[in-house]
């Protein structure tokens, strides 16, 4: 059978995950060269590109900007993370970036997709400085819960709340605002909210996003005004609200455009 055109469902892949839909976790984990997906997945991706070729280039710049932020955050003295749209385990991951400057780092990963979650269950399952939920951003409350991260968090100290490309899947009827504003209540002072959000002030995100409304998680891009207004409550660390690969770019790096990335990022600091 050509594996292009149908797929065997792996040992690793849950029952209820439908082979022929493709997935935002899936898809991102094929830009970023991993092995988690499937046809569907890997045609929708090719598609994508043939509209978006530096799609892949994005996707590791996003990996690179989330790096750069967990080391400054933890160098800050942060202990505990929760990263909300974590998907597919891959290199460089956030307890392993924390844990080199703060070895007893502590960090919640939640995904709503089914492989992400079961994926990073099996490789994180003896590892009691981390607790993988499946849940949806839009249900904040069931994150943050007595049967979610409060399981492995102390509220009553610093947290970081990381949201890297997943705000954009989050619609207005949805109120982002809002479920910030929920999931902000949570923190303590001192807390840090990280964002990576793709960018309506540019026209290289129009022919994906369009095919995105395809999947089940549909883009809504914003403005930077928009996405500046989701720090609300927060204090914007230099160098404010920027291209990902203008925030805090490693020294030793040989600098990318700063506008490579049709998007912002930036991290915040609850007041």
């Given at each position: 059978m050509d594996p292009e055109k149908a797929d065997v469902r792996p040992e690793w892949a849950p029952l209820t995950v439908d082979?022929?839909?493709?997935?935002?976790?899936?898809?991102?984990?094929?830009?970023?060269?991993?092995?988690?997906?499937?046809?569907?997945?890997?045609?929708?991706?090719r598609e994508a590109m043939a509209q978006m070729p530096d799609a892949p280039v994005i996707a590791r710049e996003n990996r690179a900007f989330l790096r750069r932020a967990v080391r400054f955050l933890a160098e800050q003295g942060i202990t505990q993370f929760i990263d909300i749209g974590s998907g597919i385990p891959t290199v460089g991951n956030v307890h392993e970036v924390a844990?080199?400057?703060?070895?007893?780092?502590?960090?919640?990963y939640v995904d709503s997709d089914p492989v992400a979650v079961t994926h990073?269950?099996?490789?994180?399952?003896?590892?009691?400085?981390?607790?993988?939920?499946?849940?949806?951003?839009?249900?904040?409350?069931?994150?943050?819960?007595?049967?979610?991260?409060?399981?492995?968090?102390?509220?009553?100290?610093?947290?970081?709340?990381?949201?890297?490309?997943?705000?954009?899947?989050?619609?207005?009827?949805?109120?982002?605002?809002?479920?910030?504003?929920?999931?902000?209540s949570r923190l303590a002072p001192g807390s840090h909210l990280v964002i990576v959000h793709a960018s309506a002030?540019?026209?290289?995100?129009?022919?994906?996003?369009?095919?995105?409304?395809?999947?089940?998680?549909?883009?809504?891009?914003?403005?930077?005004?928009?996405?500046?207004?989701?720090?609300?409550?927060?204090?914007?660390l230099p160098p404010g609200l920027v291209a990902p690969t203008a925030w805090r770019p490693d020294p030793q790096s040989d600098g990318n455009p700063p506008l490579r990335t049709p998007g912002y990022a930036g991290v915040g600091r609850l007041q």
């Open positions: 082979l022929d839909q493709p997935s935002v976790a899936r898809v991102w984990d094929f830009y970023l060269g991993g092995s988690h997906n499937f046809q569907v997945d890997r045609a929708f991706a844990r080199a400057t703060q070895p007893g780092a502590r960090v919640v990073s269950r099996a490789l994180l399952q003896d590892d009691p400085g981390t607790l993988v939920l499946e849940a949806d951003l839009r249900n904040p409350g069931e994150i943050l819960g007595a049967d979610g991260a409060s399981r492995l968090i102390d509220f009553s100290q610093p947290v970081a709340v990381l949201l890297i490309a997943v705000l954009h899947f989050i619609p207005d009827a949805d109120d982002p605002s809002g479920i910030i504003a929920r999931i902000s002030d540019t026209n290289a995100h129009h022919a994906a996003a369009n095919l995105y409304q395809r999947t089940s998680n549909p883009f809504t891009m914003r403005t930077h005004d928009e996405i500046r207004a989701l720090f609300d409550g927060f204090d914007l």
